[in-house]
């Protein structure tokens, strides 16, 4: 039996995008129960008992306790943290089929295979390398796969929160999704981007009562009209930057690493230069709000009484307030306003024991790493474990090639992940397992 870390992560990834698991709301998608089954069998064969929890319909994730001799039992256990849900994909759009797991030009591909079945893979062939071989983490490790992340988490880490607290008991950190990833910078020298932070969300809709009537009359009281003008005024309004902690020291060291000095005013212009990731740091600098559904109306001739319009917006850690005022005044006193969703953000220091080990493991597999924090515009599982105070960070180690857009990878269609890459995580999370 091969006993290296990195053995079984390229099959085991593989078999996780073969169970389609898209989460289409709601209503139970096809896999996740499936994905859970799987999940407990690996963990199984290996000595280590785990349990499913269903939210709802075969909305299941799954927690398991690994203690083995040898922890440090007076450590807190570390929460290691995977959804297994992906987001849809259309197979008629991509190259390779998003459900077959298919190795080609050195990466497998699939949906899942970067959001984020490369981590479920890469824990779950380190530690059933590690239980084979008797060779225990450094401190009891709590692992949680979870159902719903894409679709705000409500059946699967928000709800094992509510209805399951006590399963994380003692939990004071988690590493877990979005980062780790490489920025190649220089030859020698890549980026390591460990999230950090992530910034709140507020899914808002914008509800316009007007006075219904014939479309051949004067109406000054049209909702449609109401509606349109505050739709474009947000959609229009250009936030300030507002630049966190976490992104500030992001930015320092982007402008050390690249030798510039970093105007936060046009660091547009500077981040343009490390490719596609410029796409979600400028996201970072500010708050957001895009406009993204209309609905009014049921006939060309006929004024409706009411409109309505969703706007995704998100906020920078610390900046609800103002960002929700900010929104009242946009929209004006004639709209109300409606929360769909809100979501605090999430925010952690970049320091303590922890990240001095996710430093040390990079720097062992790569000499060219530097582990940097940042800010990240999306949100995750992270959000419910730091409801009960658990510091958070991403950490899915992957050495990339300097030319692969990764951002686009993230619910894009041709989502792949070098194998390499793969394994070069795999290796990264064993030795960060041992120190811990
Ligand atoms: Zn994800």
């Not at 479920?120 to 159902?147: C, E, H, N, Y």
């Not at 953000?345 to 970049?350: G, N």
């Amino acid at each position: 039996m091969d006993h290296r870390p990195d053995a079984e992560v390229v099959e085991i990834c593989r078999d996780l995008i073969r169970i389609d698991t898209t989460n289409f709301g709601p209503q139970p998608g096809p896999g996740e129960r499936e994905a859970a089954e799987h999940v407990a069998g690996l963990l199984d064969e290996v000595g280590i008992s785990s349990e499913i929890f269903e939210a709802g319909p075969k909305r299941a994730s799954l927690i398991a306790d690994w203690a083995p001799e040898g922890v440090d039992t007076s450590a807190t256990p570390l929460l290691i943290h995977g959804h297994l849900d992906v987001v849809p994909a259309n197979a008629d759009d991509w190259t390779h089929h998003p459900f077959a797991g298919e190795i080609a030009d050195g990466c497998v591909w699939g949906r899942g295979a970067v959001d984020m079945k490369d981590f479920d893979a890469m824990v779950l062939s380190v530690i059933r390398a590690r239980a084979r071989a008797g060779v225990a983490p450094r401190r009891p490790v709590k692992l949680v796969f979870t159902a719903d992340e894409e679709a705000g988490s409500h059946y699967g880490a928000h709800w094992l929160v509510d209805h399951h607290r006590d399963q994380l008991d003692g939990c004071t950190e988690a590493i877990g999704e979005v980062g780790g990833f490489s920025l190649t910078v220089r030859d020698d020298l890549r980026l390591y981007l460990i999230q950090t932070a992530e910034k709140g969300i507020a899914w808002l809709r914008l509800i316009a009562d007007g006075t219904a009537g014939h479309g051949s009359m004067r109406n000054d009281d049209n909702a449609v009209t109401e509606l349109a003008a505050a739709v474009a005024r947000i959609g229009a309004y250009d936030w300030p930057h507002k630049i966190t902690e976490a992104q500030r020291a992001f930015l320092d060291a982007v402008s050390e690493a690249l030798e510039v000095e970093l105007d936060p005013d046009r660091a547009q212009e500077t981040l343009a230069k490390l490719g596609s990731i410029s796409r979600m740091i400028g996201a970072t600098m500010s708050n957001t709000t895009n406009p993204t559904m209309l609905t009014a109306g049921y006939k060309h001739n006929v004024i409706p009484g009411r409109a309505e319009a969703a706007i995704d917006g998100r906020f920078v850690p610390g900046g609800r307030e103002e960002f929700l005022a900010t929104i009242k005044e946009l929209v004006g006193d004639k709209i109300t306003i409606e929360m769909d969703t809100l979501q605090p953000s999430v925010e952690t220091e970049f320091s303590g024991a922890l990240v001095e080990a996710m430093q040390r493991s990079l720097a062992a597999e790569d000499p060219g790493a530097r582990a940097v924090p940042y800010l990240m515009s999306g949100g995750t599982d992270a959000k419910a474990w730091d409801r009960i105070g658990i510091r958070c960070f991403g950490f899915a180690p992957l050495r990339l090639p300097a030319d692969l857009d990764f951002v686009g990878m993230f619910h894009g269609v041709d989502e792949r992940v070098p194998t390499d890459a793969l394994e070069f995580g795999a290796r990264v999370l064993d030795r960060f397992l041992a120190t811990a």
